[in-house]
């Protein structure tokens, strides 16, 4: 191929990776208003040191990973340890810089700030 | 023409491989692609909270995912029969937010639970931690595991 610019290349019919813990997709609220993104993401069990969130080329990347620590031998199970992750495309004009994540009762609450330059401006009417 | 049956089921194994990277290359795509049978279990709203329940040996514990509740948001009860948790988890848009997506939502829920033994009602605890109700149930003492020494004659 002529225009292949890929430094390394991966053959589609690799091995597939072996994944030791599940990671499920956890439910997620998106709310936004003028100066911010809000994303609510439901993530039981996890703590703050479990939690990774990373916006890299217009990705925002969410994982989250449960710690438990099981109190005996396990009688019934209806949820196992897993990782929760999720992938957003996000719009541009979000500050990676000043995204705040916030982590309470289960619930991690993060914040993505619009830039200044996205944001909606009022332009005055002058007097002519 | 006869084929053998081994042939056939190669058939059948190369369906079956056909529909699992299938499966992978939507879920790819689409992360919350029902045939992960993981997302499925974690998404459907037939039992809410999820349960999971251990034996710790002098006590049973029971452990349940709430995210966003609190402690007096959850009500544990406990009768002869079992245990019982509920309450009511409400899901409001915050002031001044337009929604893009809902997925979580308000749910009220009730759940009771047999338990494999009796247990001491004075001795429980609940406490919510990270979105997680655990209930500690004491086992009652005739229920508690009893060490029988081994004798040589």
Known sequence: M???TDLVTRSSGRIEAVQQREAIAPVVDVYENVDELL???????ATNDGIDVQLDKGQLTILAKRREDAPGSLLAA?????????????????????IDAQLSGGVLRLRLPKSESVKPRRIEVKQG | MFSRFGDTSRDFALLDEFRRRMDRVLEDIDPSWPANPAHARAHSSSAWPRVNLYDGGS??????????????????????????????????????YSAHRQERSSIGFSRSFTLPCKVNPEQTQ???????????LAKAPEAQPRQIAVQAH
Not at chain 1, 39 to 45: C, K, Q, Y
């Open chain 1, 2 to 4: 002529a225009n292949q």
């Open chain 1, 78 to 98: 209806e949820y196992q340890a897993c990782d929760y992750l999720r992938v957003f495309s996000v719009p541009a004009g979000i500050d990676p810089a000043k």
């Open chain 2, 59 to 96: 006590n049973l514990v029971l452990k349940a995912d709430v995210p966003g509740l609190s402690e007096k948001d959850v009500h544990v009860t406990l009768n002869e029969s079992g245990v019982s948790i509920s309450g009511e988890r409400k899901v409001a848009p915050p002031e001044g």
């Open chain 1, 39 to 45: 994303l609510l993401v439901d993530v039981p069990g």
């Open chain 2, 126 to 136: 609940a406490s919510v931690k990270n979105g997680v109700l655990t209930v500690t």
